[in-house]
């Protein structure tokens, strides 16, 4: 099991390098290979595209056309970047006159993309490709003393035609179905599907903030213990900023929110102290002491 990986522009670098570690080092203990496509520029975030499609769409095609020469499935671990990056592909696919004018501009870099390329976010290939019945089979630290609340972040979710919940529709209770698969209990919380209001944080911090306390209050009301994403975008917000949400609200939140990498990290007898947890905004000790 081998796959192109795109760990997005923001991981790996500074905003959350504990998820690029946790991601990779799963994946390692799983016996997934990750071939890094190191040049791949970063997707546009939407918000590229909102000034500058052909432009956005253009960053997008040079990464997919990278993954294209392995002959391998993308993987992502960025639910921004795999609903960015989908979008753009299926643009490609169905204007293919589009994508040839794309393709003049990444034949200067000596690359061209043919529109073969399937992208998979690392919790579909978990669930789809490496299976869960698979992975329940190699958990050694059941998470049976949890209560999760599962937090998809907006674009691992629309438009769901673009990201193949017609042919999946197990997709749509994908984190759910993991948690049960790793001993743990979801949470069911209307937040969970919503936005974590990331995107306009530098337009309307009070707003945003208002998001975060409503859906971590809501997680914890109905009894979570921890929430987890997929999405560092998502993560950045939920536990970064969560200290800001609750002065704002004027209460304590203290939630701890996981990388979906180091929960299953855990649970399949990764060594914590390689989970990057210590980088948290919230303490994640006695999550990590009860599993």
């Known amino acids: 099991m081998s796959y192109a990986f795109f760990p997005g522009c923001d991981v790996p670098r500074k905003s959350t390098p504990e998820l690029y570690v946790s991601a990779v080092g799963l994946c390692q203990k799983l016996g997934i290979e990750l071939e890094e496509l190191e040049y791949a520029p970063c997707t546009g975030s939407g918000m590229i595209q909102s000034k500058d499609q052909a432009l956005g769409d253009t960053f997008n095609a040079s990464t997919l056309a990278m993954a294209e020469l392995t002959e391998k499935p993308l993987m992502t671990i960025c639910s921004t970047c795999q609903g960015v990056i989908s979008q753009a592909n299926a643009r490609f696919k169905e204007e293919p006159d589009y994508l ?3 393709n003049k501009t ?11 390329t399937e992208v998979k976010h690392l919790l579909w290939v978990l669930t789809e490709d490496f299976g ?43 984190l759910e179905d993991l948690i049960g698969a790793l001993g743990g209990t979801a949470v069911d919380f ?7 209001g990331y995107p306009i944080v530098s337009d309307n911090e009070r707003n945003a903030n208002a998001m975060i306390a409503n859906h ?34 004027g209460t304590r939140i203290g939630l701890p929110v996981l990388h ?5 990290g855990l649970a ?24």
């Open 106 to 116: 990444l034949q200067e870099g000596g690359l061209e993309y043919k529109g073969t």
């Open 132 to 174: 869960l019945d698979r992975l329940r089979s190699m958990v050694v630290r059941p998470l049976k003393d949890l209560r999760i609340a599962p937090f998809y972040g907006c674009y691992l979710l629309r438009p769901s035609a673009i990201l193949g919940y017609a042919e999946n529709p197990a997709r749509a209770s994908a």
């Open 260 to 264: 979906l990498s180091q929960m299953v």
């Open 216 to 249: 971590t209050l809501e997680a914890k009301e109905k009894g979570a213990d921890v929430m987890v994403t997929p999405c560092p975008l998502c993560h950045m917000n939920l536990d970064g900023a969560q200290p800001a949400a609750a002065d704002q609200k």
């Open 100 to 102: 040839g004018e794309i």
């Open 190 to 196: 209307r937040g969970k599907k919503l936005c974590c």
């Open 268 to 291: 399949v007898g990764m060594d914590a102290s390689g989970l990057g947890f210590e980088r948290h905004t919230v303490s994640t000790k006695d999550v990590v002491a009860r599993v």
